[in-house]
């Protein structure tokens, strides 16, 4: 995993969606 692409991939979904709990799916996502 390439966390720094994740880390922006992140970011633009929050700023996307103005929602941080997209970034915390996303996280919960990639745990699993």
Do not use: D, E, H, Q
């Amino acid at each position: 995993m390439n966390s720094t692409w994740f880390s922006k991939f992140a970011s633009y979904l929050s700023t996307m969606t103005g929602r941080p709990a997209t970034f915390v799916v996303a996280v919960a996502f990639v745990i699993v």
